[in-house]
């Protein structure tokens, strides 16, 4: 990172407005940025066009505003970027790391049951590579979706500067993951890759919750010789059911009329001290308390690099 402009962002999917968790990864995010001169950036991640909700993504961006969380840069949509994203699955197809699959998720079942194989993982079977070319590929069936060919050397490891060394062999632990849904959306782990480095993303900050899809990222960061961000996963809010704070566990919307309460909330979660006076002083005194609190990151990712 060193002599590198520090580069992050945050990135919300438009299914609702803000709730107490995801400020807390805004706050972490932009903190991290500010604490090194850096850039901060909001990407609006509406790939997903069905679960985006009419308005949120303003009403997203108003919360942050309201919180003194401004884009340093003009904030870009997902949904305006597809070009971007076919242009990375066709660098993937020429260099025969993509192909097309025609496996419905009771297909993969069957040919998992018979093989005598129940490789589930977060309840979703593991590919077991059907449709890989050298398997002979579709075979007549209608093409449904894109899959990257996981290289089977893809032993990833990283270290996560909130939580450790980590480790995932992605090619044993999910398979071919999805590039193009069958549905034609662009699948999340193409679209942030491509996103980042078009971005020039030198750190990601977001919650917990999305680490396991790490290695995935980085396997296809190499597959499109795009260079790896740092990572950094902040602690989740939980809901009362000790799940991810989300609308379907009762996570309210940020009163707008209270910022400073919700800022202060999402910043004793990150286990910053408390502040005082106007949004601005606030933020000033987490950006001290962040940088006390990574120095000892900075100089074990010195020592990494
Ligand atoms: N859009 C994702 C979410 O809202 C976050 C993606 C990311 O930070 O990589 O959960």
Same mark, same amino acid.
């Given at each position: 990172m060193q002599g590198k402009l520090y580069r992050g962002r945050f990135a919300p999917s438009p299914t609702g407005p803000l709730h107490a968790g995801s400020l807390v990864t805004? %706050?972490?995010?932009? %903190? =991290?940025?500010?604490?090194? =001169?850096?850039?901060w950036l909001v990407r609006l991640e509406d790939v997903d066009g069905p679960r985006c909700v009419p308005g949120a993504s303003e009403q997203i961006l108003?919360? %942050?505003a309201s919180c003194g969380l401004v884009s340093d840069e003009p904030v870009v949509q997902q949904s305006q970027r597809t070009a971007l994203y076919q242009k990375a699955l066709n660098r993937l197809i020429q260099r025969q790391l993509a192909f097309l699959c025609g496996c419905s998720r009771k297909d993969i079942e069957g040919a998992l049951a018979a093989?005598?194989?129940?490789?589930?993982?977060?309840?979703?079977a593991i590919y077991p590579g059907t449709c890989r070319p050298e398997r002979g590929g579709l075979k007549g069936k209608p093409a449904r979706a894109w899959r990257l060919a996981v290289p089977e050397a893809s032993n990833i490891t990283w270290t996560d500067l909130q939580m450790g060394p980590q480790q995932q062999n992605v090619a044993q632990a999910v398979g071919d993951f999805v590039l193009k849904r069958a549905d034609g959306l662009w699948a999340y782990q193409l679209a942030v890759v491509v996103d980042d480095a078009e971005q020039g993303i030198t750190r990601v900050v977001r919650g917990q =919750? %999305?680490?396991d899809n790490t290695p995935r990222q980085i396997v296809l960061q190499t597959a499109l010789e795009m260079p790896r961000p740092s990572y950094r996963h902040v602690p989740l809010v939980l809901g009362e059911d000790g799940e991810k704070l989300s609308k379907q566990n009762g996570a309210q919307a940020l009163d707008l009329s209270h910022p400073t309460e919700a800022l202060s909330l999402a910043a004793k979660h990150l286990g910053l001290p408390p502040a005082l006076g106007s949004i601005a002083e606030r933020l000033q005194t987490w950006v001290n308390a962040w940088s006390c609190a990574t120095i000892a990151t900075l100089n074990a990712e010195r020592d990494l690099s």
């Open positions: 805004a %706050l972490a995010s932009w %903190l =991290d940025a500010r604490v090194q =001169d850096g850039v108003h919360q %942050l093989r005598g194989e129940h490789t589930e993982r977060h309840h979703n =919750d %999305l680490m």
